[in-house]
């Protein structure tokens, strides 16, 4: 069975300090996607990133960064000197082929305070 | 831009109501999901379709049905609502090819059952 582990509920940081989001997965696929969600006060989950099963590349995108570890199954999320519009609920997420079967995990409320 | 939208963002009813739920997507998206998001749950998929009249049940249907009589429209139904179905419910599209597997969503709509 497929499962996602994101065991911090809540960070809180101080603006400008960097901070990582645990997400930890299980799956006996040996192919499949990982992802990346952002949850703002506002409601709607917008999309960050994907990375498929064979790609360990580790991905920068500005003040964002994910670091993608088959050994340890995990896909953590960094950023780096955060700011107020950081703050948000973020989701890690794992589906199969289809990407009709999603599985979120629990979600951490990240607070960036000025 | 593409765009998923919900036909209500803030609903109440009562124990024992048929509730409807319509979701509407713009960018011909051959996917659509509907997911309740609950404190320290996540979200958690309770059907989707991947074709028009064309249904799959996710982890927890059971109270729920839904209806795609038209690619752009997915409704969920609660039967008879009752008070364990208060949550946040938000509906997402994706596509089956090109940017497969993303799946845009919509801002939720929060309902509370009396």
């Known amino acids: 069975a497929q499962k996602v582990t994101q065991a911090q509920t809540e960070i809180s940081v101080v603006e400008k300090e960097d901070v990582t989001l645990d997400c930890v997965y299980e799956?006996?696929?040996?192919?499949?996607?990982l992802f990346w969600y952002k949850q703002p006060p506002s409601g709607e989950l917008v999309f960050l990133i994907r990375r498929n099963s064979f790609d360990e590349q580790n991905e920068i995108s500005g003040r964002y960064s994910w670091n993608f570890q088959k050994s340890t199954s995990s896909f953590n999320f960094t950023i780096t000197a955060s700011q107020v519009v950081d703050s948000a609920v973020y989701f890690c997420a794992l589906s199969e082929v289809s990407g009709n079967d999603m599985r979120f995990g629990a979600g951490t409320r990240l607070t960036v305070k000025p | 831009d593409v765009k998923v939208t919900q036909s209500s963002r803030y609903l109440v009813k009562r124990t024992g109501e048929k509730v409807f739920l319509e979701c509407v997507q713009d960018m011909d998206h051959e996917n659509m999901f509907w997911y309740r998001q609950d404190p320290g749950l996540g979200l958690r998929l309770i059907y989707f379709?991947?074709?028009?009249?064309?249904?799959e049940k996710g982890d927890i249907p059971e109270g729920y049905s839904v209806s795609r009589e038209k690619k752009e429209r997915f409704s969920l139904i609660l039967e008879s609502a009752s008070t364990n179905q208060t949550s946040m419910y938000l509906c997402?599209?994706?596509?089956?090819?090109?940017?497969?597997?993303?799946?845009?969503f919509g801002p939720g709509t929060r309902l509370t059952v009396t």
């Open positions: 799956t006996r696929d040996t192919t499949y996607y």
């Open positions: 997402a599209s994706s596509s089956s090819s090109g940017r497969a597997y993303e799946q845009y």
């Open positions: 379709s991947y074709d028009v009249k064309m249904k």
